[in-house]
């Protein structure tokens, strides 16, 4: 497979996070372009297959914003006011358009983590 895929796992309630909005944008130095929105499924995934695939998936620095504070509010967990973490941006750069890139979250109301996957 190749492309852009996410995994979005809630370590605070042990189980994929459902309904979370993400948003793809195409970075050019500090301007964002947005190519993207969706929603991951039940599994914590993005239905359809790659978030970003074929033509559109090119060299360059991308940027996925996972919309973390609506989330952790529709499941009741106990927030601040501002909640602590709202939106999470992730930026990383694409320099093999032949492989799959992998940008999984695991997220808690108070900290979040990821790296490059399979």
Do not use: C, W
Request: net charge negative; hydrophobic share 35%.
């Amino acid at each position: 497979m190749t492309g852009l895929t996410t995994h979005v796992l809630d370590t605070a309630l042990g189980r994929p996070a459902s309904g979370l909005r993400i948003q793809l944008m195409r970075m050019k130095g500090e301007e964002a372009e947005l190519i993207r929105t969706v929603f991951t499924n039940d599994d914590g995934r993005v239905d359809g297959g790659p978030i970003l695939a074929g033509d559109e998936f090119q060299i360059g620095h991308y940027q996925l914003l996972f919309h973390a504070g609506d989330y952790l509010q529709a499941t009741g967990a106990p927030l601040s006011d501002p909640p602590f973490l709202d939106v999470i941006p992730i930026r990383f750069g694409v320099s093999d358009t032949a492989a799959h890139y992998h940008v999984p979250l695991l997220l808690s109301p108070y900290g979040y983590s990821t790296y490059r996957g399979s």
